[in-house]
Every structure is written in structure tokens, then in C-alpha cells.
């Protein structure tokens, strides 16, 4: 795929929509999900506790070329612009100009340009796309080698984030939808996968099914049936989609049985229809975040080369070009406020602990220097302090049920009776921390209007950490069902084998 062989129009749109990217990604501070992802990588494994491990394992890699924001995100700066590039590929031998509107509208989607940031979605993203890609090339060559491809993209695809499950039930309805004559291919597109599947399924096998536990239990205790959930998600896809084309998919609804019973695009239904059904079902019961589907929707885009006409994606193009712009002027007006525009805003203090925080951390290293444990009163704290800080902070206290990877990483045996500093955004309850240390205090300073604490503890009782903060963690996280066999639990292991 070379720039040259694209018409010049398509050819600017995707120079440009980059340039934007990189320029919101040197503007963008390290968000607290970014940051975690980087404690990851700075512990290599095959696995983490929320999800599969591949993300850390890009970042991993990247750290050794430096730890600057724009450097650390440059897979999700470049993924779309190369997913757009895929999307005129697939569709350039059938209508070239066409081709060239559909992937100029998927460019200067939102979803394109301000997608800039690394998480998990972001490999999920680019291997669940090739992995179709080379499926459809598999289709056209009728090639063993191709099935194979597509399942090592598709197995990596579910080392990204469990939601390429979802691609692999469209796989399935795509194949029994499509005749006994691909039968064979399937069976080797979901052979090659397995491997990786099977990786997975051992590091949960030794590792407490901590990805089991907590996207199946932990995180959906307490979920309530609601249809304010569901309207949520319909809002969030016509949000994504944006009117003009709903309107024109509606228009066109009579054509859809007929139309998509072309193969490619049976294939490029069931990779989008599949997974946006089962999002369906689940928002009866659970928020459906909008970066959840992010993965499905090149296949959307694929589908608007069939059913929309060139007028009909020109004016789409005009009403999406105006939409992004209207997200990029307003993220430019927001980042030349004076930062005390926001003083009144609930979420101020955690604006200023983002923006600023190589200011926090010059607060910090006298402690470090005095031999203190650096520790933080969250995840989310923890995450986006160690990596502006360059090591890494403990989580002290119970935290929620989000982002545990400290359990795994942090032993608080080694710390008794050692000194620690907590960085808090709040006043702290010393209640909460004096049964804990030998002796308490707290220091504080102020920041652009933001008064932030340090709780000194000193002397640290791991005795009754264990019985009153890591014995109810135990009980609440890693209880894992008996139907489910396992290696020794690392965390029992760890703090309770005796």
C-alpha cells in the first residue's frame, strides 16, 4: 500500500488527520488508564489481572525508546490511519473513488481523530481488522495459508481484550451462514487461534482466574436491570454513526437482505451486526462504554461502501468533517483556559494531580531519599504518579475492585516496619491509618488552588495489615467458584500459606 497509488484528496485527508493526532497526543496528559497499562509493561508477564496481556506488552517494548506521552501512544496514533488505509484497500478494487469516500469518512470520524489513546482496545483494534482482512483474502484465494493468518491475527486479537470473542461468534455465523465449501477453512482459522487462547487460559490457571473474577463477577456485582442503560447504548451509536447515515441505512433498510448477501460483505455484517447484538443484550443490565465497540466499527464503515451511493457518503463526509471539528475546537478552547477556570469543578483536584503532577513528585523524593515506601490511596493515583515519577508506587489499602495489578506485583510482607508515604488528593481519616504504623502524621501543600496530603506513617504493623485490610481482600477477590480448578493462588500464597 503506497501513498503514491492514492488519489490525492484521500491522500491529504489521511497526512492531515495525523497531524492531528500527534498533536492531541503531546497535548493529552497521561490519563490514569494509560498509566496503568505502563505499569504493566514494566512488569513483563504473560498475563495481567484485569485483562490479556497484550497491551503491556507493546508498551513494554516502546519504553525502550523512550517514556514521552506521544511515544508511548504512537500505536493508537497510527492505528486508524492504517486501519483507513486498509479500509480503501478492501474496497478499491470494486469502486475506487467510492473506496476513497468511505475511507475519508472513517478518517475525519471521530472516532479516527481522537483516538489517541493507548489501552487495551488499541491492539484489539488493529488485529480483530486484519484479521478480517486476511480472511477476506483467504475467501478470494480460496488459500489455507490465509485461514491461518487470520487465526493468529484473531488469537492475538483475544491476547488484546476479551471482546474479540464477539469476533469470533460473527466468524461462526459467517461460516455455518456460508456453506459446508469454507468448513475446512474455518476449522483452521480457529486451530491457529487456540494456542493463544490456551496461553491465556494457563496464566488464569495460575495466576487465581483473575481475569475470570473479575470481568464475570468482580466487576458486575451489583449491576441492576435499568433501560436507561439501554438508551444509553443507542445514543452512544448514533453518536458514533452520526445522524446523517443513520438516516440513510434507514432509507436503504429494504436493501439489506438483498445486498448483504454478497460474501465479503456477509462477512463484514456478521463482524458488526454479532457483537453490537450482544453489546445490545448486555446494556439491559450494564453502562456499555462507547470505547467497547470501537473494534467493530471499521466493519460499519465497510458496510457504507454497499449501501450508501456517492452522494449520499459526499453529503455524510460534509456533516462528519463539521462533527470533528466541532470536537477539536472545542479541546483547543478547553487547553488555552487558564487551568483556574475549572477551580469550581468537582473533578478539579484530579485535573491539577494529572496536569501537574512532576510538581507533586518534586514533593516526594525527599521522602524516597528518607527511605519511605512511596505508596498512593488509589489505583489510578498509583498509576499516574509512578509513571511521572519513574517508579513505582504501592496501592495502600483495599482500593476497588478495578485495576488490582498491584496485588500481583507488591508484597507487603517485605514492608514491616519500614516508614511510607500515602500521596492523597483528600484529607485523610488517620483512623484509617493509624492502626497500620507504629505513629502518623500528616504533611500537606498546596497546588494551583488544589491542597493536597502526604500521610506519614511510620513503623509500619504488617501484622494487622494482613488480618484487617489484605484478609477481607482476599475473601472478596480471590474467592475463587470450586467448579473451577486451580494452581495455588498467588495471593494466599503469598500472605495467608501458613
Known amino acids: 500500500m503506497k501513498l503514491m497509488n492514492l488519489n490525492a484528496s484521500f491522500k491529504f485527508i489521511l497526512l492531515a488527520t495525523l497531524a492531528i493526532k500527534f498533536i492531541l497526543a503531546w497535548l493529552l496528559p497521561m490519563s490514569g488508564d494509560e498509566a496503568y497499562f505502563i505499569v504493566w509493561a514494566h512488569h513483563p508477564d504473560l498475563g495481567y489481572y484485569d485483562h490479556p496481556p497484550m497491551v503491556g506488552w507493546i508498551l513494554q517494548m516502546l519504553l525502550y525508546f523512550g517514556s514521552s506521552e506521544v511515544m508511548l501512544r504512537l500505536p493508537a496514533i497510527l492505528l486508524s490511519s492504517l486501519i483507513g488505509l486498509g479500509i480503501y484497500q478492501l474496497l478499491k478494487p470494486h469502486d475506487e473513488n467510492k473506496a476513497a469516500l468511505v475511507a475519508i469518512l472513517y478518517l475525519v470520524s471521530p472516532l479516527n481523530i481522537l483516538n489517541v489513546l493507548i489501552t487495551t482496545d488499541t491492539p484489539l483494534i488493529l488485529f480483530a481488522f486484519l484479521s478480517v482482512a486476511a480472511l477476506v483474502k483467504a475467501l478470494q484465494r480460496d488459500s489455507m495459508g490465509w485461514y491461518a493468518l487470520s487465526g493468529v491475527l484473531f488469537g492475538l486479537a483475544f491476547l488484546s481484550k476479551y471482546f474479540a470473542v464477539l469476533l469470533g461468534l460473527g466468524y461462526l455465523s459467517y461460516f455455518v451462514l456460508g456453506g459446508r465449501g469454507k468448513l475446512k477453512g474455518a476449522a483452521l482459522l480457529f486451530l491457529a487461534a487456540l494456542p493463544f487462547a490456551l496461553l491465556n487460559l494457563w496464566w488464569n490457571y495460575t495466576h487465581c482466574w483473575d481475569n475470570i473474577l473479575f470481568n464475570l463477577y468482580n466487576r458486575n456485582e451489583g449491576e441492576e436491570f435499568s433501560l436507561g442503560k439501554v438508551a444509553i447504548f443507542i445514543g452512544t451509536q448514533i453518536y458514533l454513526m452520526t445522524p446523517p447515515v443513520v438516516y440513510y441505512l434507514f432509507k436503504h433498510r429494504a436493501e439489506f437482505g438483498r445486498k448483504i448477501r454478497r460474501d465479503h460483505y456477509r462477512l463484514f455484517a456478521c463482524a458488526f451486526l454479532l457483537p453490537m447484538a450482544a453489546f445490545m443484550l448486555l446494556s439491559f443490565k450494564k453502562v456499555i462504554g462507547l470505547h467497547w465497540v470501537l473494534a467493530f466499527y471499521p466493519f460499519f464503515y465497510l458496510l457504507l461502501y454497499l449501501f450508501l451511493s456517492?452522494?449520499?457518503?459526499?453529503?455524510?463526509?460534509?456533516?462528519?468533517?463539521?462533527?470533528?471539528?466541532?470536537?477539536?475546537?472545542?479541546?483547543?478552547?478547553?487547553?488555552?483556559?487558564?487551568?483556574?477556570?475549572?477551580?469550581?469543578?468537582?473533578?478539579?483536584?484530579?485535573?491539577?494531580?494529572?496536569?501537574?503532577?512532576?510538581?507533586?513528585?518534586?514533593?516526594?523524593?525527599?521522602?524516597?531519599?528518607?527511605?519511605?515506601?512511596?505508596?498512593?490511596?488509589?489505583?489510578?493515583?498509583?498509576?499516574?504518579?509512578?509513571?511521572?515519577?519513574?517508579?513505582?508506587?504501592?496501592?495502600?489499602?483495599?482500593?476497588?475492585?478495578?485495576?488490582?495489578?498491584?496485588?500481583?506485583?507488591t508484597d507487603f510482607h517485605q514492608f514491616g516496619g519500614r516508614d511510607m508515604v500515602i500521596v492523597r488528593k483528600s484529607a485523610p481519616d488517620l483512623a484509617q491509618y493509624s492502626p497500620y504504623f507504629r505513629r502518623v502524621e500528616v504533611r500537606q501543600f498546596v497546588l494551583r488552588g488544589v491542597t493536597f496530603y502526604f500521610v506519614l506513617g511510620y513503623g509500619f504493623d504488617y501484622a494487622q495489615y494482613r488480618e484487617h485490610v489484605l484478609r477481607p481482600i482476599k475473601d472478596k477477590y480471590y474467592n475463587i467458584p470450586k467448579f473451577l480448578p486451580h494452581a495455588p493462588c498467588y495471593f494466599c500464597e503469598k500472605y495467608f500459606s501458613a
Open 310 to 409: 456517492r452522494e449520499e457518503l459526499k453529503k455524510s463526509l460534509k456533516f462528519m468533517a463539521w462533527f470533528s471539528a466541532a470536537h477539536l475546537v472545542a479541546i483547543a478552547v478547553i487547553a488555552v483556559l487558564p487551568m483556574d477556570t475549572w477551580k469550581q469543578h468537582k473533578l478539579y483536584d484530579g485535573i491539577v494531580f494529572m496536569f501537574k503532577n512532576n510538581e507533586i513528585v518534586e514533593k516526594v523524593r525527599p521522602f524516597e531519599q528518607q527511605g519511605f515506601i512511596l505508596a498512593a490511596d488509589g489505583y489510578t493515583s498509583a498509576a499516574i504518579i509512578s509513571y511521572h515519577y519513574g517508579k513505582n508506587f504501592v496501592v495502600f489499602g483495599e482500593g476497588s475492585h478495578y485495576a488490582r495489578q498491584d496485588d500481583i506485583v
